[in-house]
């Protein structure tokens, strides 16, 4: 069973351009989570999808920022204008749907974006 | 407001020491689920435990060991025999049954170094 990938790896870009990621979750896992962390912080969600319906949306995630599930499987995220303050690793986690509270969610090796 | 604090930042060890990573959470919540990730120097976050609020039994896994209070609520981790390989930031994580139910809340992290 392979886990979550996600693509770039990495990915360097200069202020003002437009970034998209892409993640690939464990395969049948039907929600799919977004996360930014910063150096020397703990991950900080950004949005979750369940299927193709995009549930929750942190307010982290200004108009700049647009993530899409259009099938249920794989996820894009992208930013737009970006800034240097965008400079994170984000990260992609994928997790079954679960009774109640019980999934565990899993995370990919992440992206990290570098704005100069 | 959820609250994972790790006050803990670094912490280095000699190999085979014994060391104890402190977890403390806030949440108005009676039911949750309390969790510990692994991030190596590679980034991707390595799922290690997941305890429901209604479970106080402490867990061994191996080196591994857990201790749940909800009367302090704290989750700590304990490694027992430390080596090389437990070098890596330890996050404690919360998920709680209120609004935004499927979202992970981080603490900010230990990054221990085992030291050969």
């Given amino acids: 069973d392979t886990g979550v990938s996600q693509d770039p790896r990495h990915k360097i870009t200069k202020r003002g351009q437009n970034v998209t990621f892409r993640c690939d979750p464990i395969s049948e896992h039907n929600r799919l989570y977004w996360y930014r962390q910063t150096l020397g912080q703990g991950p900080e969600f950004l949005t979750y999808f369940q299927n193709e319906a ?43 749907l679960a009774g109640g509270l019980q999934e565990t969610q899993y995370f990919g090796p992440g992206t990290r974006l570098l704005v100069l | 407001a959820q609250k994972v604090t790790q006050a803990q930042t670094e912490i280095s060890v000699v190999e085979k020491e014994d060391v104890t990573l402190d977890c403390v959470y806030e949440t108005r919540d009676t039911t949750y689920y309390l969790f510990w990730y692994k991030q190596p120097p590679s980034g991707e976050l390595v799922f290690l435990i997941r305890r429901n609020s209604f479970d106080e039994q402490n867990e061994i896994s191996g080196r591994y060991s857990w201790n749940f209070q909800k009367s302090t609520s704290s989750f700590n981790f304990t490694i027992t025999a430390s080596q090389v390989v437990d070098s890596a930031v330890y996050f404690c994580a919360l998920r709680y049954s209120g609004a935004g139910s499927y979202q992970l809340t981080f603490g900010k992290g230990t990054k221990l170094s085992v030291i050969p």
């Avoid at chain 1, 995009?54 to 995220?77: M, N, V, W």
């Fill in chain 1, 54 to 96: 995009q549930l929750e949306k942190s307010r982290l995630l200004s108009d700049r920022f647009s993530a899409e599930r259009p099938k249920g499987s794989f996820s894009t995220l992208e930013i737009q204008r970006t800034e240097q303050g965008d400079s994170a690793m984000y990260l992609c986690a994928s997790s079954e």
